[in-house]
């Protein structure tokens, strides 16, 4: 009896009627690189964690007289460090958002396959039950 080969999952492509809105491609892509594709991108099990919330330093008031070039110079490191820490954490989320709204449709379509599939299976075994009730066992 041939049995035939295991197919490789991630192989698969599965026909849905998925047409993200470009900008939102746009969104959840690194400025520079090629476009971001729900289709392909995989996310590991820690980027997918939820991040615990981390309270705030109080914030330290620094006199007038103490803000030195030093001082000012620190507070514009510090704030492009923020913008780069906000920027990334936004293109992950516009990912994340991106690939989940891709995920659901797939999912959609993929259930829909399961349930002809199901038809299908279930007209071929009633089709095999009367022929065995006619001419006996396969």
């Not at 959840?28 to 594709?37: D, I, K, M, Q």
Request: glycine fraction near 2%.
């Amino acid at each position: 009896r041939n049995t035939p080969s295991p197919v490789d999952p991630d192989a698969i492509e599965v026909d849905i009627n998925f047409q993200p809105d470009p900008t939102d491609l746009v969104l959840s892509s690194v400025p520079g690189g090629e476009l971001f594709n729900p289709r392909k991108h995989k996310f590991s099990d820690e980027e997918l964690k939820p991040q615990p919330m981390i309270k705030k330093a109080k914030k330290v008031f620094v006199p007038d007289e103490q803000k030195d070039d030093k001082y000012w110079s620190r507070r514009k490191k510090n704030n492009l460090a923020a913008k780069r820490s906000r920027d990334a954490r936004r293109l992950k989320e516009n990912q994340i958002t991106v690939r989940a709204s891709f995920l659901e449709r797939e999912n959609a379509a993929l259930r829909q396959q399961v349930a002809e599939l199901r038809k299908d299976c279930g007209r071929c075994k009633n089709i095999v039950s009367r022929y065995e009730v006619k001419y006996g066992p396969l």
